[in-house]
Each structure stands twice: as C-alpha cells, then as structure tokens.
Nanobody
Framework: QVQVVESGGGLVQAGGSLRLSCAASGSIFSINLMGWYRQAPGQQRELVALITKIGITNYADSVKGRFTISRDNAKNTVYLQMNSLKPEDTAVYYC?????????WGKGTLVTVSS
C-alpha cells in the first residue's frame, strides 16, 4: 500500500509565499520522479514542476523564477516553495510520485491567492 500526502496549502494574499510538502510512504522501492501539478476550477490539470532523483528540475513557464521544487530522497518527500504568488496560481495542487511503472497521486491541497 502506497500513500502520497500533500500539506501546506491555504489562503494567502497576492505577493505572498507558501511552501507545499508531499510525503510518500509504503511499499515504494525506488522513486524516479516527483512533481507537482495543479488544477484550477474549470481547467485541466497542468504541470507545475518536476524533479528527478538526481535533482534535475523542470518548470512550467508560468511559475519559472517564482516557484522552486526540491526533494529529500531519504524521506521520500518533495517540496514546492511558492513565492510572489498571483491570483491565477489559485488551484488544487497535486503531488505525483513516479516509481516506474506506477504513478501515484495525492488527493491534493488547495491554494487560494487573494487579490
């Protein structure tokens, strides 16, 4: 049984910061990729940021320079530091953990940015 649990969402004013965390636990032997996606109301789920086991990162253009993804392999945990938040960042943020050949998803954490 594998669990992926996000935390750290909440309400913040535009220009503020939040840090999301995601911990994977259970029968995961080798995590290749960890990442964050988000889904705004009425929108499709989109990639926010990914990080490989050796720390190579990839970001959506809309968050480059504002968000930073990092991970702690020993703890099977991935983080998303979000700075200079904008109202358009409002969404449910989902964590994805890839332990090939299976993708595991968390249930999401809501981030609301007020203007």
């Amino acid at each position: 049984q594998v669990q992926v649990v996000e935390s750290g969402g909440g309400l913040v004013q535009a220009g503020g910061s939040l840090r999301l965390s995601c911990a994977a636990s259970g029968s995961i032997f080798s995590i290749n990729l960890m990442g964050w996606y988000r889904q705004a109301p009425g929108q499709q789920r989109e990639l926010v940021a990914l990080i490989t086991k050796i720390g190579i990162t990839n970001y959506a253009d809309s968050v480059k320079g504002r968000f930073t993804i990092s991970r702690d392999n020993a703890k099977n945990t991935v983080y998303l530091q979000m700075n200079s938040l904008k109202p358009e960042d409002t969404a449910v943020y989902y964590c994805k953990v890839v332990a090939a050949p299976v993708d595991y998803w968390g249930k999401g954490t809501l981030v609301t940015v007020s203007s």
